[in-house]
């Protein structure tokens, strides 16, 4: 079942068009600190985000895997990703998961390192992470 509930909606900034929600990512990562292309949508249906909660959504056609080359690292968005971003960091995220050796491992959190270190670091519901360099995610 859907988090995106007729409430949500009504008090959401919601956009819909792929190419002007493709921008508005980049903007709305920017805005948060988080690396612009960390979220790789394509065929965008709608994009909504509750700036007073920081709860946000995105709905796309189909699901996509995409590889983020610089890192080997493939990574699964589901047709619906949402998650509450805040300042270098996104919480209670669904709908992504990365590829470890033969198995997808739910993604739930995704936080960012300031200088010196200037790490991603992706965490499971388990509370296993790992860390990357934040400029394998920037588009």
Not at 31 to 53: H, M, N
């Amino acid at each position: 079942m859907s988090p995106i509930t007729p409430e949500i909606r009504a008090s959401a900034e919601i956009i819909t068009g792929n190419d002007i929600c493709k921008e508005k990512i980049k903007s709305l990562l920017k805005e948060y600190e988080l690396p612009t292309g960390l979220l790789p949508a394509e065929d965008i249906e709608e994009l909504g985000c509750v700036k007073d909660t920081g709860f946000m959504w995105l709905k796309q056609k189909k699901n996509i895997v995409h590889k983020f080359e610089k890192v080997s690292k493939q990574v699964s968005y589901a047709t619906e990703v949402t998650g509450h971003v805040e300042k270098c960091r996104i919480k209670k995220m669904t709908g992504i998961k990365s590829k470890e050796v033969l198995i997808w491992i739910t993604v739930n959190e995704v936080f960012v390192d300031g200088p010196p270190s200037n790490k991603i670091t992706m965490k499971t519901p388990t509370g296993i992470s790992k860390s990357f360099p934040k400029v394998a995610f920037e588009s």
